[in-house]
């Protein structure tokens, strides 16, 4: 049966029925008070719905209001059923006009057609409450006040819902003064109902009335310890102006509340770790676990405060107590344990931790720290090849092809680093990051054509790649004699970073070159303060030794041989000057 035929059907031939079954879903009341489903009342049920016989205009206009729903027409067929509400005295179609108006958006002519609701059937206390709504959205704030003491003596027992809602609307109101004024004269009715406590406060705050604000959370901290509801709204509310302001504001409240929840805790734990207070944030949670001292959530926030404040055996303990009592992100505490016995000098204990990753963002970076400890223990070609389903994923394969080649680099095997590279560039021949990679092995290969082709490269695909830029003007100022335009690739990079010791390196290399050892002395100086590299320090200490300087030069290069003894490019730089 199609819409029209089901509305037709509907429609008794003594009676006026508007709330027939019809595919349209006018939107619903999301700031109703009540909880009851308005469903359609029967004529036998309520005395009030008239019986009257169905004229022909009735029909054609029910049928019109509900065939403009049908074409987004919604105000339109509110104010049709309205003026058919008005003229046939039916509860039913000033409800039907009133969900039409709501879902236009309307509210203006949605009070309208539920004053007459709330007129034709007295008793509908769904009307009642929605029009309470809708005049306060308007407003109209006098008006709504006769309603809202007739629900309040009426339904008793919804008091506390009825003030909860209150306060979401009345803090939006142009004068808040006026929905302060209210709120206080109904609230003052029940002093002891958290409710309406929470009710003045809220709309005392919005009109700037903090006496009022305080003694409402000093009555609600006697009368209602235990709702937080109040402090978690304040705290929101606090914390878009000011953390500090939410963390007094908590602070002080907790210490009136000596069983104060979980929840408020966890709050004030990360309000402080988010303002980097990290061993603030730690205390507090020690404090909280005297309370809850098996709560998960809890113990794996204070392992990471641990963690982050460098006690990492506390941190640990911590940590593995949260996974013990369910927590539920195991994968996530699993690597993280791992990391901390990493940074413990436990290879053994982490790579246990790292293998019980099995799903999740860290499923991959676990694998990859695995590779990395198997490569470290002397299995690293075990390692490339557990890697190497991982790089099936073309989303995965860069980072993991990266690793691959750096492991058969680090153990000696660059003809497989530079395989594992090209075969990766195969599949995706645009990735910066291979290419770049590539370059500066081929540049410790010696194929220094290679590396100037895949770094140009780069930079077409990334022309303000600052590492590309500086790997570039290095390798040309350092393999070959295109000094000048060396120069204005590192100066490029160095405008990007003016700090960055790498490029600091180059740009001081470049002017030793170009015969300019005074501006070169001042690059390397600088390179060398950041960064004591053993290469710097070959340059730094060339350049020294040019200048007539060779006994700082030495006391540099004796530095770097006792960090670094075998660094390629100062055991060159070495033999090739024989200081």
Known sequence: MNALLRFAAALAPFALVACAS?????????????????????PEDNPRIPKQALSQEWF????????AVQRGG?????????QLAQESRDPRVAQRASEFAMFAGNVTLASKALSLWVELDPQAESAREQLVIALLRSGKLAESRPLLENMLSRQPARAGAIFVQLARLLARQPDRAAAAALVSELAER?????????????VAAEAGDQTAVAQEFERLAKIAPAWDLPLLWQVDRLRRESSDSAIRFL????????????????TLIRLLAGEKRYADAQRQAEKALQHYPKQPDLLS??????????NLPLAQRQLEASLQAGYSDLDTLRYTLGQLADEQKQPAQARQWYLQVVQGESYL????????????????????NDLQPLAADASQQVRIVSLQADIAQNAGDREQAMALLDQALQQQPRSSDLLYHRALLAEQMGRFAQTEQDLRQVLQLVPDNMHALNALGYTLSNHGTRYHEALGYIEKAHQAAPDDPMILDSLGWVNYKLGRLEQALKYLQASYAALPDAEVAAHLGEVLWKAGRQD?????WAAARARDPGHPVLQETLQRLQP
């Open 552 to 556: 700082e030069a030495r006391k540099i």
């Open 60 to 67: 054609y206009g029910l049928l019109a209001g509900e065939i």
């Open 22 to 42: 019809v595919p349209v879903a006018p939107a619903p009341v999301a700031d109703t008070v009540a909880a009851e489903d308005a469903q359609p009342l029967r």
């Open 251 to 266: 602070q002080a409240q907790m210490q009136l509340r000596p069983a104060a929840s979980l929840e408020l805790h966890l």
């Open 74 to 82: 919604a105000a339109v067929s509110a104010e049709t059923y309205l």
């Open 301 to 310: 926030m204070a392992g990471l405060l641990a963690y982050q404040n460098g």
């Open 190 to 202: 029940y002093p002891a109902l958290p409710e309406a406590r929470f009710a003045h406060l809220a």
């Open 365 to 384: 970076p676990a694998r990859m720290r695995l590779a990395q400890i198997d490569a470290g223990a002397g299995q690293w070609q075990q390692a490339i």
